[in-house]
């Protein structure tokens, strides 16, 4: 009995030790409010005349209606909380009742294991246990009652405890000791829930209904068999769901709606997983209209949408939708998009309300946003694309459209959440192209379904842009510069998957060349829409780094092997000519781009510019030549090496010209010091290597070809700078007597 003795005491110890804790509370507020009236006292007399937020009644005055041109009244939306301020009452809570609720559970602990120690002593039989566990459950909730006037959230969470005891002990009387059947230990379970229900609403606890219902909800698991009898199930949760919402409306309890919601959700899904069948598409609308009134209550009744009620409207929509279909596609039927259409009809309904009305605030914009969804999710049905990847997509685009509209960032932070499964689920969805021979151009469900990812992305990107600032004037979000940077390489991927997809059976080289090519005009596009895409300019210069990386990775590496393959008959000649539409993005890049953005502020980007450009030109008349005088592989090593022996120093040499001159009219030195240097580098490459492989008629072209070029080249700079320097002393002169006259 000593253990006995030592729970009393330590249950002795906790009252004593809470009440203290009660005190001490209340010390520490009469404190706090003598020092306010002490404030208040050393004032001054304008202050100590206003009164305290407590003291007077604010009436705010009713907004103005903005009516525009076509007469549609804005009105204006209430201020709305910080995102903090809705989980602020949740640590309150916890903060000032954690110990009561450790005490509670510690308690119950004690108890069972006294219980537990009693029983293996063979102190009392098995109905004695039972019955030990009824009193003692309603001893607590006894306790509880008399504690509630002094201490209303301790008191609410004694009577909880209780009622965990007691719903402890029907399920071990059902389950260890058989002393009831499970229809009566269901219906002990019914009459526990209904009673703490009953208290809750007379103690106006919220707290109290919260364990009511989580007891209300586990009570089926408690008592089950192992033998699954949905029907029975989801009418006692459907009794259970309208009773939670008769109490919802009666209190004003938000998280009364939401217990409700997880739990059913959670018995719908593990229901729909283990044994679909047609009978559970009924409660899955019955529980859709709960919801659905749950979350509507206050928009009915003052016209506006929380946080909370915003929430519970998308998830209802979406995790109905997906359970649905899922039935629906594991029964082997037809997908259905009709209800994802009765859905949009539904909150098409309210839609037009609110647009009867001339609101168009953010009850407009939620039910805008859900019948767009929900219609974007039929239209996905239909063209059969992967259920997850297209409901999740659509989804995280409608949690940023509330964000935008509402300003409540708990959507914004979900996003942040849903994105990345958006983009796991999109990759899972690209995996189907392996493997798979028999896709259709664009109409198979990998690309639909990447389309819809794609029309998500982009929509996501527009709502996170901050049109009110330039973008070099943006702060630098690291979430959103990195979902701006995946977006865009999905979007990448997605097209570059299609294409090599459908030419895969085409040599290595050919698809190579094709994916270099759309790499580098999906670079251009990304630099051709820079300004309506917001792309910041230090983004702009790395686009541009890669663009010319790509462009010379495909004239030095995939054209030589193209090349090749043609020679060897395996490709068609007219292939060759693809590779010639880089030059497009590169030619518009170099003379319209770059002249206006920040490229050039590094002297090394003269050189990299130059240095791309010196190699396609090459690259380019060497693969044209090899290919217009050969006719096999054979003969295009001997041509190869006539190339870069008798043309390449000539193509070199008008190359540093065109360098120089430039670089003297454009008064750019990094252009002139390019143009030397390839001179020298085509001098060395002359005389060290290409001198000895020419025979004499070759040698004594190159040399007078070269020197001819050389010739005019350096008649040129001379003439040029002669003209510069008339320039600037014509300049000079006027200049002074311009002042003379003066």
């Known amino acids: 009995m000593s253990e006995f003795v030592v729970v009393i005491i330590l249950i002795i110890i906790f009252i004593i030790f809470n009440n203290l804790n009660t005190k001490i509370r209340k010390l520490e507020k009469e404190i706090s409010d003598l020092n306010y009236k002490i404030g208040k006292g050393t004032a001054s007399p304008e202050v100590t005349q206003k009164k305290t937020p407590s003291e007077e009644t604010v009436i705010s005055p009713i907004p103005p209606q903005q009516v525009d041109h076509e007469g549609a009244k804005h009105i204006e939306e209430p201020p709305t909380p910080p995102g903090k301020d809705w989980l602020a009452p949740v640590f309150d809570f916890l903060k000032q009742n954690a110990l009561t609720v450790i005490g509670i559970f510690t308690l119950v602990l004690g108890i069972g294991y006294f219980v537990k120690y009693a029983i293996d002593k063979n102190w009392i039989g098995e109905a004695a246990r039972a019955g030990i566990g009824f009193c003692t459950g309603a001893g607590i909730i006894m306790t509880g009652h008399f504690l509630r006037k002094n201490y209303k959230a301790f008191s609410s969470i004694i009577t909880g405890g209780g009622i965990a005891v007691l719903y402890f002990t029907a399920t071990i009387a059902f389950r260890e000791y058989h002393l009831f059947t499970q229809n009566t230990a269901f219906a002990i379970t019914i009459l526990i829930t209904a009673a703490s229900i009953i208290l809750s609403y007379y103690y106006k606890s919220e707290v109290l209904i919260i364990f009511s219902l989580i007891g209300g909800f586990a009570a089926p698991l408690m008592i089950s068999t192992g033998q699954s009898n949905y029907l029975f199930l989801f009418i006692y949760l459907t009794l259970l769901n309208t009773g939670m919402l008769v109490a919802s ?130 239209v996905a049905i239909q063209f059969k694309t992967h259920l997850i990847t297209s409901i999740w997509a659509i989804e995280s685009t409608l949690l940023l459209f509330i964000w935008k509209k509402t300003g409540h960032k708990i959507f914004k932070t979900f996003f942040y959440i849903l994105f990345p499964l958006v983009m796991i689920a999109q990759m899972i969805t690209w995996t189907e192209y392996f493997g798979t021979k028999d896709f259709n151009i664009i109409f198979n469900p990998p690309f639909i ?285 006027n200049d002074e007597n311009e002042e003379a006259a003066d």
């Open 449 to 733: 379904t990447s389309s819809f990812t794609i029309i998500s992305i982009m929509i996501n990107l527009y709502l996170l842009r901050d049109e009110t600032k330039e973008p070099e004037e943006k702060d630098n979000n690291f979430f959103e510069d990195l979902i701006t940077v995946i977006s865009y390489g999905a979007i990448y991927i997605t097209f570059l998957l299609e294409i090599t997809y459908h030419i895969s059976e085409m040599h290595w080289s050919a698809v190579t060349t094709a994916g270099l090519l759309f790499s580098i005009c999906y670079v251009f596009i990304l630099l051709l829409f820079r300004k309506p895409l917001g792309i910041r300019n230090d983004i702009q210069n790395m686009l541009i780094y890669l663009l010319l990386l790509l462009a010379v990775l495909t004239i030095s590496v995939s054209t030589p092997a193209v090349v090749t393959v043609i020679l060897s008959k395996k490709l068609y000649s007219g292939f060759y000519l693809l590779h010639l539409l880089q030059w497009i993005p590169f030619i518009y890049v170099y003379s319209k781009i770059i002249p206006s953005s920040e490229f050039h502020k590094r002297q090394i980007s003269y050189w990299i510019l130059s240095l791309a450009l010196i190699v396609l030109v090459s690259c380019e008349l060497h693969h044209s030549y090899v290919l217009l005088i050969s006719n096999d592989i054979t003969k295009s090593y001997e041509a190869n090496k006539h190339f870069n022996i008798l043309y390449l120093p000539v193509i070199w040499t008008i190359l540093a010209s065109i360098f120089i001159y430039t670089g003297l009219k454009r008064n750019i030195r990094e252009y002139n010091k390019i143009g030397f240097a390839l001179v020298g580098l085509m001098v060395l490459k002359l005389y060290g290597y290409d001198v000895w492989q020419m025979d004499n008629i070759s040698r004594i072209s190159a040399f007078i070809a070269l020197g001819v070029i050389l010739l005019i080249s350096s008649f040129a700079f001379q003439r040029l700078k002669n003209i510069i320097r008339n320039m600037v002393d014509k300049k000079d002169s």
């Open 249 to 378: 409306f009666l209190q004003h309890w938000k998280s009364v709606g939401w217990t409700a919601y997880i739990f059913t959700t959670g018995y719908l899904f593990s229901w729909t997983h283990e044994s679909p069948e047609l009978l559970s598409i009924t409660f899955y609308l019955i529980s859709y209209v709960v919801f659905y009134i749950f979350a509507l209550h206050d928009y009915f009744r003052k016209n506006i949408l929380s946080t909370s009620d915003i929430a519970i409207l998308a998830l209802a929509n979406f995790s109905s939708v997906l359970g649905l279909i899922y039935i629906f596609k594991t029964l082997g039927y037809e997908t259905p998009i009709i209800f994802p259409l009765i859905f949009a009809a539904a909150n098409s309904i309210l839609l037009f309300r609110e647009y009867a009305q001339k609101n168009f605030g953010i009850a407009y914009s939620v039910f805008a946003g859900l019948v767009t969804s929900l219609i974007t999710i039929a």
